[in-house]
């Protein structure tokens, strides 16, 4: 049987089933291996096909994420196993690091705000956003005058004088 070659459009001689076989599934009939590969090709730049490839990845892992963050879940594991000194080498590069970063203001606030509500959860389980206002409201009332209108102001300094006065000094250097 006679057929063209797709890319080429030269006319050639074909098996009629390997012509058959070709038109159901789709594909076209080419002249040469060379002209069948170069029938493929897609002819894109590199950036072309490197964006293609970026867009192609971030969908995949956006897909995937599950099954690659436990693959990669398992793999620390083992590593981690098989590997503690590697790790404790990275931990002690990182170190200097870390310290620095943790004297940032940002983090420093971040941090604390991270620390309170943490710890509010921790003791208060479901009441801890009412504790977490309480105290912004206790920091935000000025007690002063409720301490001294109560007789509470300086009161640990008072306990320290009345017990003074208590204890004779002999027995109180003798005690320290």
């Not at 590199?46 to 994420?65: F, I, P």
């Not at 981690?80 to 170190?95: C, E, I, V």
Request: aromatic content about 12%; charged content about 40%.
């Amino acid at each position: 049987m006679k057929a063209e070659c797709y890319h080429c459009g030269k006319i050639f001689e074909i098996m009629t089933g390997h012509y058959n076989r070709a038109m159901s599934l789709g594909y076209g009939v080419y002249c040469s291996r060379k002209h069948s590969g170069l029938a493929k090709r897609t002819n894109r730049s590199k950036k072309e096909s490197k964006e293609l490839k970026r867009s192609y990845d971030l969908e995949y892992r956006r897909k995937m994420a599950d099954k690659i963050k436990k693959a990669k879940a398992e793999y620390f594991k083992k590593d981690y196993a098989a590997n503690p000194k590697k790790y404790k080498k990275w931990r002690k590069d990182r170190q200097e690091k870390h310290n620095e970063y943790c004297r940032h203001p940002e983090y420093r606030k971040w941090k604390k705000e991270y620390d309170r509500t943490y710890r509010a959860k921790k003791h208060y389980g479901p009441i801890a956003d009412i504790f977490l206002v309480w105290l912004d409201l206790r920091n935000e009332i000025d007690n002063r005058f409720a301490k001294k209108q109560n007789n509470i102001q300086n009161k640990s300094q008072k306990r320290k004088r009345s017990c003074q006065k208590l204890i004779p000094k002999q027995r109180l250097n003798s005690l320290l």
